[in-house]
């Protein structure tokens, strides 16, 4: 009893405290991404990147003459833990926006809860094409699967690759669902055919028996719908059979991770992204710098979308000239050629980004690039 | 514990003042949710502990019900736009039938081979809405679930939510209060001190074990179809394994087998991750550490009593030492 | 193709084997279910993945370490889990494997990083081509360690006091009081053997998949699980067994219909062999119904 009364004081005492807002000369921009679970981490790249923009922004004196902080919030990937973090950040009147979350099933979880009290959502990696239009007040930069897919049908399996038949292997989440599709549907509408589609679950790591199945229906390349880690492996399933397929992949696996993981496995593989290690842009190059000084690694496509997602945030806060959350929504929505670093960004009406990509093919074991349609 | 018991008209009026009038007290969206978070919990933890500490058995997929209920709300209200308040009865009795289901062939198993079975379920059931595209949209999810309506007027703000589930607890809690001091109560416990000897007597051990997990998976139903509808969007990965074993920790470190216990446990383990939030990455260390602690410190739980928790060391040393009956490691 | 996936199976079904082992003989001297068993796998990985990429470890110095790791955080768990609630109600240990897996998942996040880490080849990448069917070097690697295990265990369990103690403690924990079996030193001892199995299930998995991740606990832990009760849950021989098939039905699961329904159909098998045979393949029958 008396153990149970030190208890709930305790815990008490605790939230009492964790919710104490700060100082009034800080403008407070919320984060939430998955810092600890399955998804930990591409939350951590997150953590890094949009920590580097407000230092970045604060050394240069900040916005609107005060400095600006980050509030992170760990939604583990779970989309009910995205919902009560949006539900407390809506209620903190300090905080003027919101970056994140990782995940699209996240992203939708939370929506109606930014939406209902009027704060952006800002996710640097959804590509869901549901997500943006489902409220005024979200918006995603890193471009949907509605342009990639037919990107990756038209200008790397056919063109690049010339290729007259592909499998597809993809993750059975919704990522790999919605990418999937819009693959398939291009394929369909450009005449590439498609032999087989397969999936596997989440934490699956042995592809050997899809992969036997997919070789048996011999197409000339494999579009790997997954993440650079399972991607990896996936790879290196393929070699250790001794099967020569052409390999491509979305830009999910860009990273340098995919190196790393895959070794010679990848060698050859195709994929498409808007930011590079190797972009001679010096702004890349100093962010990449800075990157690797902080996280130890090398910053990849998330990190890049996080880190211009607060860059873009804070010009857009600028821009509104207050940190009233509806005006910086309206401002955010006019955003216009914004010079990231993962290129120039411009909102469409429902609050996406049409994303234009270069084509990569890992080349001795770096990154080429092989085609630019970026600065079309 | 034993003041409360003492004073437990006091307490209890007490409490009830206070969750009343919650939500004009604290004016803070962010702490009305938790507080339906816990509320939630609670009516999941009362209808697992109906099942674990009512009539003994073991049931650790209990994340399943819970799931059967929210998809049922969910594509009912999407599809068919029928009412919230039409469907809080229609999950739960969805979530029994599917108790059912699983309990027709496996109730005549023992303890850790029924729990086993139940694990497995749980799976089954996750992995079926996420892979049963056409009906469940798979992993993708069901969005958009409109808000519920009273006369006409849509509940869209947390405040009236708190309402709800504060009404929908505080009928589950009655419920099982009367129904576990009834005959069907009374025999429940009689299965779970001693099943041979409950039938020996005439209890029909069987058929009350089924009623038991019907009615324990009833409750975990309304709560999946509350949970679609304040969420307006449900999917699969809200219902893992991981989920099942939360509320079995808030059953076990509340205290099984007393209906206080699972309300405590309910709150202990839904504020405590919440309170955490600060160091992040700590959250999950810490909640483990928890558990394990409440384990050691108090097994019987935070609210259980002291004397049950000897009755079972008792019947423990008596019975069979072992739970797995088996031929040993070498057969 | 088919003999190509036997084949992969097999490979899969010995990992699968050698987790099963670990998990009956420690349910075979606990009595009760743990859920600790994939973290003990992930533990002994990542203490192989150590070896190799910091200590340039070879095969064996790398299987070792997984050994020892695992036989550690046995003696770990079995002081915080097992020991004190040796006669409590059995959810009571059930909740403390629930909550030691949570914290040990978690506490590896963030000490080891969350990142998933490369294994390189252990033995190399090369293979040997009988007919259209490839076996790796890997594959006979594993299948030859798990078979070596599967002897030494024999041998300690069937030609030696503590082998008797341990056979005598899983067939009736009170008879082996009776006889002078030491309960609480050889439940541990039982556990540490199971654990330091577990490990080394683990260093062959991070080796054969090239990769290990904190979380790739879980579904070791799950399909060590199916296996084991497939074989029974606290038979050696059946561990075996039940690990061999469970690798070659998911190979030939994703053969005859898409990959997606494996899983699914991976535990509807294991609730009717609860069902009709609890027993497992070659276990004895005991009492498991009223």
Same mark, same amino acid.
């Given at each position: 009893?008396?153990?149970?009364?030190?208890v709930?004081?305790l815990v008490?005492?605790v939230t009492?405290?964790s919710?104490?807002?700060?100082?009034?000369?800080?403008?407070?921009?919320?984060?939430?991404?998955p810092i600890t679970g399955?998804?930990?981490?591409?939350?951590?790249?997150?953590?890094?990147?949009?920590?580097?923009?407000?230092?970045?922004?604060?050394?240069?004196?900040?916005?609107?003459?005060?400095?600006?902080?980050?509030?992170?919030m760990d939604s583990k990937?779970d989309?009910k833990e995205a919902a009560t973090i949006?539900?407390k950040?809506?209620?903190?009147?300090?905080?003027?926006?919101?970056?994140?979350?990782?995940?699209?099933?996240?992203?939708?979880?939370?929506?109606?809860?930014?939406?209902?009290?009027?704060?952006?959502?800002?996710?640097?990696?959804?590509?869901?094409?549901?997500?943006?239009?489902?409220?005024?007040?979200?918006?995603?930069?890193?471009?949907?699967?509605?342009?990639?897919?037919?990107?990756?049908?038209?200008?790397?399996?056919?063109?690049?690759?010339?290729?007259?038949?592909?499998?597809?292997?993809?993750?059975?989440?919704?990522?790999?669902?919605?990418?999937?599709?819009?693959?398939?549907?291009?394929?369909?509408?450009?005449?590439?055919?498609?032999?087989?589609?397969?999936?596997?679950?989440?934490?699956?790591?042995?592809?050997?028996?899809?992969?036997?199945?997919?070789?048996?229906?011999?197409?000339?390349?494999?579009?790997?719908?997954?993440?650079?880690?399972?991607?990896?492996?996936?790879?290196?399933?393929?070699?250790?059979?001794?099967?020569?397929?052409?390999?491509?992949?979305?830009?999910?696996?860009?990273?340098?991770?995919?190196?790393?993981?895959?070794?010679?496995?990848?060698?050859?593989?195709?994929?498409?992204?808007?930011?590079?290690?190797?972009?001679?842009?010096?702004?890349?190059?100093?962010?990449?710098?800075?990157?690797?000084?902080?996280?130890?690694?090398?910053?990849?496509?998330?990190?890049?979308?996080?880190?211009?997602?607060?860059?873009?945030?804070?010009?857009?806060?600028?821009?509104?000239?207050?940190? $009233?959350?509806?005006?910086?929504? $309206?401002?955010?929505?006019?955003?216009?050629?914004?010079?990231?670093?993962?290129?120039?960004?411009?909102?469409?009406?429902?609050? $996406?980004?049409?994303?234009?990509?270069?084509?990569?093919?890992?080349?001795?074991?770096?990154?080429?690039?092989?085609?630019?349609?970026?600065?079309? | 514990?034993?003041?409360?018991?003492?004073?437990?008209?006091?307490?209890?009026?007490?409490?009830?003042?206070?969750?009343?009038?919650?939500?004009?007290?604290?004016?803070?969206?962010y702490?009305?949710r938790v507080?339906?978070t816990v509320?939630l919990y609670?009516?999941?933890?009362?209808?697992?502990?109906?099942?674990?500490?009512?009539?003994?058995?073991?049931?650790?997929?209990?994340?399943?019900?819970?799931?059967?209920?929210?998809?049922?709300?969910?594509?009912?209200?999407?599809?068919?736009?029928?009412?919230?308040?039409?469907?809080?009865?229609?999950?739960?009795?969805?979530?029994?039938?599917?108790?059912?289901?699983?309990?027709?062939?496996?109730?005549?198993?023992?303890?850790?081979?029924?729990?086993?079975?139940?694990?497995?379920?749980?799976?089954?059931?996750?992995?079926?809405?996420?892979?049963?595209?056409?009906?469940?949209?798979?992993?993708?999810?069901?969005?958009?679930?409109?808000?519920?309506?009273?006369?006409?007027?849509?509940?869209?703000?947390?405040?009236?939510?708190?309402?709800?589930?504060?009404?929908?607890?505080?009928?589950?809690?009655?419920?099982?209060?009367?129904?576990?001091?009834?005959?069907?109560?009374?025999?429940?416990?009689?299965?779970?001190?001693?099943?041979?000897?409950?039938?020996?007597?005439?209890?029909?051990?069987?058929?009350?074990?089924?009623?038991?997990?019907?009615?324990?998976?009833?409750?975990?139903?309304?709560?999946?179809?509350?949970?679609?509808?304040?969420?307006?969007?449900?999917?699969?990965?809200?219902?893992?394994?991981d989920e099942?074993f939360s509320i079995?920790a808030m059953?076990?470190v509340?205290?099984?087998?007393?209906?206080?216990?699972?309300?405590?446990g309910a709150f202990f383990l839904t504020v405590l991750p919440e309170a955490f939030r600060f160091v992040a990455e700590y959250r999950l260390v810490i909640f483990g550490l928890a558990i394990?602690?409440t384990?050691?410190?108090?097994?019987?739980?935070?609210?259980?009593?002291?004397?049950?928790?000897?009755?079972?060391?008792?019947?423990?040393?008596?019975?069979?030492?072992?739970?797995?009956?088996?031929?040993?490691?070498?057969? | 193709?088919?003999?190509?996936?036997?084949?992969?199976?097999?490979?899969?079904?010995?990992?699968?084997?050698?987790?099963?082992?670990?998990?009956?003989?420690?349910?075979?001297?606990?009595?009760?279910?743990?859920?600790?068993?994939?973290?003990?796998?992930?533990?002994?990985?990542?203490?192989?993945?150590?070896?190799?990429?910091?200590?340039?470890?070879?095969?064996?110095?790398?299987?070792?370490?997984?050994?020892?790791?695992?036989?550690?955080?046995?003696?770990?768990?079995?002081?915080?889990?097992?020991?004190?609630?040796?006669?409590?109600?059995?959810?009571?240990?059930?909740?403390?494997?629930?909550g030691?897996?949570i914290l040990?998942?978690s506490?590896?996040?963030?000490?080891?990083?969350?990142?998933?880490?490369?294994?390189?080849?252990?033995?190399?990448?090369?293979?040997?081509?009988?007919?259209?069917?490839?076996?790796?070097?890997?594959?006979?690697?594993?299948?030859?360690?798990?078979?070596?295990?599967?002897?030494?265990?024999?041998?300690?369990?069937?030609?030696?006091?503590?082998?008797?103690?341990?056979?005598?403690?899983?067939?009736?924990?009170?008879?082996?009081?009776?006889?002078?079996?030491?309960?609480?030193?050889?439940?541990?001892?039982?556990?540490?053997?199971?654990?330091?199995?577990?490990?080394?299930?683990?260093?062959?998995?991070?080796?054969?998949?090239?990769?290990?991740?904190?979380?790739?606990?879980?579904?070791?832990?799950?399909?060590?699980?199916?296996?084991?009760?497939?074989?029974?849950?606290?038979?050696?021989?059946?561990?075996?067994?039940?690990?061999?098939?469970?690798?070659?039905?998911?190979?030939?699961?994703?053969?005859?219909?898409?990959?997606?329904?494996?899983?699914?159909?991976?535990?509807?098998?294991?609730?009717?062999?609860?069902?009709?045979?609890?027993?497992?393949?070659?276990?004895?029958?005991?009492?498991?119904?009223?």
């Amino acid at each position: 009893m008396r153990h149970m009364v030190k208890v709930l004081a305790l815990v008490l005492f605790v939230t009492l405290l964790s919710s104490v807002g700060s100082a009034e000369d800080t403008i407070r921009v919320g984060l939430s991404a998955p810092i600890t679970g399955n998804y930990a981490e591409f939350g951590e790249n997150f953590k890094y990147a949009v920590q580097m923009a407000v230092d970045e922004i604060n050394a240069q004196g900040g916005l609107l003459g005060k400095q600006i902080e980050v509030v992170v919030m760990d939604s583990k990937g779970d989309p009910k833990e995205a919902a009560t973090i949006a539900q407390k950040f809506v209620q903190d009147k300090s905080i003027v926006a919101e970056i994140g979350d990782f995940t699209s099933t996240c992203c939708l979880a939370a929506a109606p809860i930014y939406e209902r009290y009027g704060m952006v959502q800002l996710s640097p990696t959804s590509s869901h094409p549901d997500f943006a239009p489902s409220g005024e007040y979200m918006f995603g930069i890193v471009g949907t699967q509605d342009a990639e897919g037919p990107f990756n049908v038209k200008y790397i399996a056919q063109d690049y690759l010339g290729l007259k038949s592909v499998a597809v292997i993809y993750i059975n989440n919704d990522w790999g669902h919605v990418t999937k599709d819009r693959f398939v549907k291009a394929a369909d509408e450009n005449g590439l055919k498609v032999t087989i589609e397969q999936s596997f679950l989440e934490g699956e790591r042995d592809y050997s028996a899809i992969l036997t199945k997919i070789r048996d229906t011999n197409p000339e390349g494999i579009y790997i719908a997954a993440m650079y880690n399972e991607a990896a492996l996936i790879c290196r399933q393929i070699k250790k059979m001794g099967w020569d397929v052409k390999l491509l992949a979305p830009s999910s696996v860009f990273s340098a991770k995919l190196l790393e993981l895959g070794g010679d496995a990848v060698e050859g593989l195709v994929t498409n992204t808007f930011f590079a290690l190797n972009d001679p842009d010096p702004r890349v190059q100093a962010f990449i710098a800075e990157f690797r000084k902080r996280a130890g690694r090398d910053p990849n496509l998330h990190a890049a979308c996080a880190y211009d997602s607060m860059m873009i945030l804070a010009d857009a806060i600028r821009r509104a000239g207050t940190t $009233d959350r509806a005006a910086i929504r $309206d401002a955010l929505a006019e955003t216009k050629d914004f010079p990231g670093i993962t290129g120039s960004i411009t909102f469409t009406e429902v609050g $996406d980004v049409v994303r234009k990509y270069k084509v990569m093919v890992v080349e001795n074991g770096q990154w080429a690039i092989k085609r630019d349609y970026t600065r079309d | 514990m034993a003041w409360f018991k003492k004073h437990w008209f006091v307490s209890t009026t007490f409490a009830a003042i206070i969750l009343l009038v919650f939500p004009l007290l604290v004016d803070n969206d962010y702490y009305q949710r938790v507080a339906i978070t816990v509320l939630l919990y609670m009516v999941l933890a009362t209808s697992l502990n109906i099942i674990n500490g009512y009539s003994g058995q073991f049931n650790i997929g209990h994340a399943a019900f819970y799931c059967v209920g929210a998809y049922v709300a969910a594509i009912l209200a999407t599809r068919y736009h029928l009412s919230f308040w039409v469907l809080l009865p229609i999950s739960g009795a969805a979530a029994s039938l599917a108790s059912c289901f699983l309990g027709l062939p496996t109730l005549r198993l023992k303890g850790i081979f029924l729990a086993m079975c139940t694990l497995g379920f749980s799976e089954i059931v996750r992995l079926t809405a996420l892979n049963w595209i056409s009906l469940t949209r798979g992993p993708m999810g069901i969005p958009g679930i409109p808000f519920p309506e009273v006369f006409g007027v849509p509940l869209k703000y947390n405040w009236q939510f708190y309402y709800v589930i504060l009404g929908l607890a505080a009928l589950a809690i009655f419920v099982c209060h009367r129904v576990v001091h009834s005959r069907i109560g009374r025999a429940w416990i009689a299965i779970r001190e001693d099943e041979l000897a409950a039938r020996s007597m005439g209890v029909p051990t069987f058929l009350y074990k089924l009623l038991n997990l019907a009615f324990g998976t009833f409750w975990a139903g309304v709560a999946g179809c509350f949970y679609a509808f304040f969420s307006s969007y449900v999917s699969p990965d809200s219902f893992t394994l991981d989920e099942g074993f939360s509320i079995l920790a808030m059953v076990l470190v509340g205290g099984q087998g007393t209906l206080l216990g699972p309300i405590i446990g309910a709150f202990f383990l839904t504020v405590l991750p919440e309170a955490f939030r600060f160091v992040a990455e700590y959250r999950l260390v810490i909640f483990g550490l928890a558990i394990l602690v409440t384990m050691h410190v108090r097994p019987q739980g935070i609210a259980g009593s002291t004397t049950l928790s000897m009755r079972y060391r008792e019947a423990q040393k008596d019975d069979v030492a072992s739970d797995i009956e088996t031929g040993g490691i070498a057969s | 193709m088919l003999l190509q996936q036997l084949v992969n199976g097999l490979a899969q079904g010995a990992i699968y084997a050698l987790m099963a082992i670990g998990f009956a003989m420690i349910m075979g001297v606990l009595g009760l279910v743990t859920f600790v068993h994939g973290e003990v796998i992930m533990v002994g990985a990542f203490a192989g993945f150590y070896a190799i990429t910091f200590l340039h470890a070879g095969v064996f110095f790398a299987l070792a370490a997984g050994f020892a790791a695992s036989w550690l955080l046995g003696i770990v768990i079995d002081a915080t889990c097992y020991r004190p609630f040796r006669d409590a109600p059995h959810e009571i240990l059930l909740i403390s494997t629930i909550g030691m897996s949570i914290l040990l998942k978690s506490l590896a996040q963030v000490t080891l990083g969350t990142e998933q880490k490369l294994v390189p080849d252990l033995v190399g990448e090369g293979f040997i081509m009988i007919g259209d069917v490839r076996i790796l070097h890997i594959q006979l690697f594993v299948l030859a360690v798990v078979t070596a295990i599967c002897i030494a265990l024999q041998l300690v369990l069937y030609k030696t006091k503590v082998g008797l103690a341990l056979r005598a403690l899983s067939m009736d924990k009170e008879a082996a009081a009776l006889h002078g079996v030491h309960v609480n030193r050889t439940a541990r001892l039982g556990n540490c053997i199971g654990c330091a199995l577990g490990g080394l299930a683990g260093v062959l998995l991070g080796s054969y998949y090239n990769a290990v991740h904190p979380i790739m606990g879980a579904s070791a832990g799950l399909k060590a699980f199916i296996a084991s009760v497939l074989g029974g849950l606290t038979s050696i021989p059946g561990a075996v067994v039940g690990g061999l098939l469970l690798g070659v039905f998911e190979n030939f699961a994703v053969a005859f219909s898409s990959s997606s329904y494996r899983d699914i159909v991976a535990f509807i098998i294991l609730i009717l062999v609860l069902l009709f045979k609890p027993s497992g393949i070659f276990g004895r029958k005991g009492i498991e119904k009223i």
